[in-house]
């Protein structure tokens, strides 16, 4: 019945053909027009449901606290202080413009500075209160100059006091002495240097708090680990990852980055290199590359099908026959979109070309009916309905199995392969209806001829060609391919996957690279997870935990401006702050300009450390006979350091001279910011959110008063045995943490498991399908075999070649179902027809549109297996080697098989 309707349907086309095309061509044209509006959706949210729990909680966290990903700039490659220098200057040039919410090169040391009392050890206020009235006093008769100074000193050691350790916190004075060390330390590094360093290295005071250590080692700024490189944090106003947000703020970045690497160049300075990384990099870098693939692989894969076609029919009318209704039904099929899915996405933009290659089958088996039916003595017209009804059976057959195959994908929990499976089946859907709509109107306008080429009968007259294969071969051929395609499905199933969607990028991608170096060489990551907490207390209960997690690189949170005792150290630090603004030596150091040594300045201070040397001596033996060893070791090391510097100051004072004052400049310009930053305690008082620096305040408190906590793991999150041990952790201490890592193990999961289910129901379908139309097991047999060897097939291959699956080929597997199952179709439909003939003389009459079927498919897969984009280019591979692997099996395994089936057909 149905083939009575195509037939009818065909007939009436080649009887109207002009009207059936104009028609044709107005739908293709309304189609375009509804195109030009699909939107594409770039964000990786748009592979998920939208009831999804995981991506709610991250949708909440962007709507309360803005982007959860940072746009990174990575600097590198001139030393370090001009490093900073350009960072600096850098993000004061982005800050203010448009699409830009901040630009943060470094914490805000000032403000930590400013508020230190809070993350001080408390009773380090109480002892700085106790001895700044008796330590930072001028004596009553202060000397004029610093040669009166130096005189006063080296009266003073003369007859220095003696250790009294009657009485005394002996660990307060091992911390006073290991003052002293790191002060005489640094001026012999100053001393030693081949060119004198910048800056004090105040780091080397606070060795029992790493993480302030690191901070200041660095200046504040966020480094790699040797601090070669810088890392910027860009952090854009709109949390949108659609590419026309994205794009504007990307662009604006690298053309303020470029512009100011051109200026440090026209003022004579080395620029930086530098690369942007982070999840709006990523994102713009996914969208562009499958942008141009998209415009390569279908302008390439039309062209090449094209070609082919051409070359092998040997005409260009019947080439046009085939092709134009290609393009016709993947424009039909892609305006269904806009009734279905509604858009595009990172994955499914792919199908067009493929489906160039699917569509050709169709018309290809369409049309050689056609021709054999002209060739048999029929008038065109009559030839064209009759031609169309006969490919009507296996071509609705193999189509109506493909659209099942990817309606049962659309049932998958995973959107990126649910939605690929509907744009999948409603492109097959135009493509068959447009084979059987447009290509018999062509056929009659066109006329092409029915002469010799390469889809010409294979068979005599006499029918006798195609010899046999002998039984025993027949049954040795399936046998082994069975074997073969057993053991490469049981390799496939065990195939690695890798999750990382950086190596889905381009292989040059700027993005890959700086993102998977700030993983080796920082604590930083391009992603982090989110913690939040209702208050900074909560807050501070949280980051104590997560500091114990072996999954947690760096846990980066603002609770040490809010402890506890806030009321207290307040209280105490404006005791500090009133104590410093009445010391007469701050107040000295502050109103001098500079403390410049006289010449022979370096051979008096060396005089005075001989005679400290002895003070060491009576101080170390004072320690040793009270017990104190640990006292005489830190002593032992002052003494070391101070007999070093006295002989660098007499070996060659006129160089060491140079590097002596520039320490004391130094030296004196540090101590007045910190003096002037004590004397502000006076009016020091607890923290409230509100009063952070706008940069902190953009990053750690939301608009509703909930604190981040932002946790760096300390191993790539594409690692997923890694992610999920780190976020089993994380959830313990935080149910509702948030971030691309939690999204991430969602996806993987869902893909996963979406692909094994896809690829089972997939397979399923495509068989039930297959059993139930074609009317008989042995012809089941014939058309099933072949497509399943050949997945088989392809699966091993994969294996042997130790190709893992990605996000991108997973779904090669349910793909290859609907793609390659028309070749043991048709090849069991036209053994029904050509009853006089066996097995080996059918595949040489169904063979020849089998392979052109094939080639075409192949040509477009070839070309989007050199998109750059490689989540694109692996699908295109992994689905390629299938073909070739099935119809390999079509041309060999199923003859084999319908011989093994029936012996008596000759």
């Not at 944090?233 to 690298?254: K, L, M, N, W």
């Not at 005679?611 to 070791?633: C, N, P, R, W």
Request: aromatic share 10%; with cysteine; hydrophobic share 50%.
């Amino acid at each position: 019945m149905l083939r009575k309707w195509v037939s009818k349907l065909a007939g009436f086309s080649a009887r109207y053909p002009w009207a059936m095309l104009a028609a044709s061509l107005v739908i293709t044209a309304f189609a375009i027009w509804g195109l030009s509006g699909l939107p594409f959706y770039t964000s990786r949210k748009a592979l998920f449901r939208a009831d999804q729990e995981t991506v709610q909680r991250l949708d909440q966290f962007l709507e309360n606290f803005g982007a959860a990903s940072d746009l990174i700039i990575a600097l590198e490659g001139i030393p370090r202080p001009e490093l900073e220098k350009f960072a600096l200057e850098l993000a004061d040039a982005l800050s203010g413009q448009p699409g830009i919410r901040n630009a943060d090169p470094r914490i805000d040391l000032k403000f930590f500075m400013d508020h230190a009392y809070n993350m001080v050890p408390a009773e380090d206020l109480a002892t700085a209160k106790k001895y700044i009235p008796e330590l930072l006093q001028l004596p009553e008769n202060p000397p004029d100059s610093v040669e009166d100074a130096l005189d006063t000193a080296i009266e003073w050691f003369e007859d220095p006091p003696s250790l009294s350790l009657g009485g005394q916190d002996i660990a307060s004075a091992k911390a006073a002495i290991d003052g002293i060390y790191f002060f005489l330390h640094e001026w012999q590094r100053w001393l030693e240097a081949p060119e004198p360093p910048t800056s004090i290295a105040w780091e080397g005071l606070l060795h029992q708090q790493p993480d302030t250590q690191a901070l200041v080692a660095g200046n504040g700024f966020y480094s790699t680990r040797d601090g070669r490189m810088l890392f910027l944090f860009v952090s854009p106003e709109s949390t949108s990852e659609a590419y026309e947000v994205i794009a504007p703020f990307i662009e604006t970045v690298r053309s303020v980055t470029e512009q100011l690497r051109e200026k440090w160049v026209a003022d004579g300075k080395e620029a930086p290199i530098y690369g942007l990384t982070g999840n709006p990099a990523i994102v713009y870098e996914e969208f562009t590359s499958v942008q141009d693939d998209i415009k390569f692989t279908i302008i390439t894969a039309a062209v090449l099908v094209l070609l082919l076609i051409i070359f092998v029919m040997r005409s260009l009318r019947r080439a046009l026959v085939v092709f134009i209704p290609i393009g016709l039904g993947a424009v039909w099929g892609n305006a269904m979109l806009l009734f279905t899915v509604g858009h595009l996405n990172m994955i499914t933009s792919a199908f067009t070309a493929i489906l160039f290659g699917l569509g050709a089958d169709y018309g290809i088996f369409v049309s050689s009916r056609i021709l054999e039916e002209l060739k048999n003595g029929l008038g065109l017209k009559d030839a064209i309905a009759k031609g169309a009804g006969a490919a009507s059976t296996p071509v609705l057959t193999a189509g109506g199995a493909s659209i099942m195959v990817f309606l049962a994908l659309a049932t998958v929990k995973f959107k990126g392969f649910s939605e690929l499976g509907i744009v999948a089946a409603c492109g097959v859907l135009a493509v068959v209806l447009a084979a059987f709509v447009a290509l018999p109107a062509l056929f009659a306008i066109l006329k092409p001829k029915a002469q010799k080429d390469l889809l010409s009968d294979g068979v005599d007259k006499q029918g006798q060609s195609g010899t046999p294969m002998p039984k025993i071969a027949s049954v040795i051929l399936v046998t082994v391919a069975l074997l073969i395609a057993g053991f490469g499905a049981y390799s496939g199933i065990n195939l690695p996957v890798n999750y990382d969607v950086l190596a889905l990028l381009p292989k040059e991608s700027e993005a890959a690279h700086y993102s998977r170096l700030m993983t080796a060489e920082s604590d930083f990551q391009s992603e982090v997870v989110i913690a939040t907490a209702n208050s900074t207390q909560e807050a501070a209960q949280l980051v104590e935990k997560f500091s114990k997690l072996d999954t947690i690189a760096k846990v980066q949170h603002i609770c040490d401006l809010f402890p506890a005792d806030a009321e207290h150290r307040a209280a105490e630090a404006r005791k500090v702050g009133l104590e410093m603004s009445k010391s007469t030596l701050v107040t000295w150091l502050l109103d001098q300009k500079r403390i410049e040594l006289p010449k022979d300045g370096g051979q008096r201070i060396s005089g005075i450390l001989d005679k400290v040397l002895d003070m060491i001596d009576d101080y170390q033996e004072t320690a040793f006979s009270a017990g104190h060893t640990d006292l005489v070791d830190s002593l032992e090391k002052v003494r070391t350091s101070a007999k070093k510097i006295a002989q660098l100051l007499r070996a060659d004072p006129d160089r060491v001279g140079i590097a002596n004052q520039l320490f004391l400049d130094n030296l004196l310009e540090d101590a007045q910011i910190l003096s002037k930053t004590i004397i502000s305690w006076r009016d020091a008082r607890p923290l409230a959110p509100a009063d952070l620096s706008a940069s902190l305040k953009n990053r750690f408190v939301g608009k509703d008063g909930k604190i981040a906590i932002y946790l760096f793991p300390t191993k790539s999150i594409y690692n997923v045995e890694f992610l999920d041990k780190m976020l089993g952790q994380i959830y313990e201490i935080s149910p509702d943490a948030t971030g691309f890592p939690t999204t991430h193990q969602v996806m993987s999961r869902e893909a996963f498991e979406s692909f094994m289910q896809g690829s089972g129901l997939a397979v399923a379908v495509a068989l039930l399908f297959l059993l139930i139309t074609l009317g008989s097991f042995g012809s089941f047999l014939i058309a099933a075999l072949p497509l399943l060897i050949g997945g088989g097939w392809m699966l091993g291959v994969l294996a042997a070649a130790k190709i893992p699956l990605n996000y991108g080929n997973m779904i090669a597997l349910p793909l290859l179902m609907a793609l390659a199952l028309d070749y043991g179709v048709w090849f069991a439909h036209r053994r029904k027809e050509l009853v006089g003939l066996g097995p080996w003389q059918v595949i040489r009459v169904a063979g020849k549109p089998i392979l052109l079927a094939a080639l075409t498919t192949l040509a477009g897969l070839g070309a989007i297996s050199f998109a750059k984009y490689r989540a694109i280019s692996s699908l295109g591979f992994a689905v390629t080697v299938g073909l070739i692997c099935c119809l390999a099996c079509a041309m060999f395994i199923a003859p084999a098989v319908a011989q093994l089936l029936d012996r008596r057909r000759k």
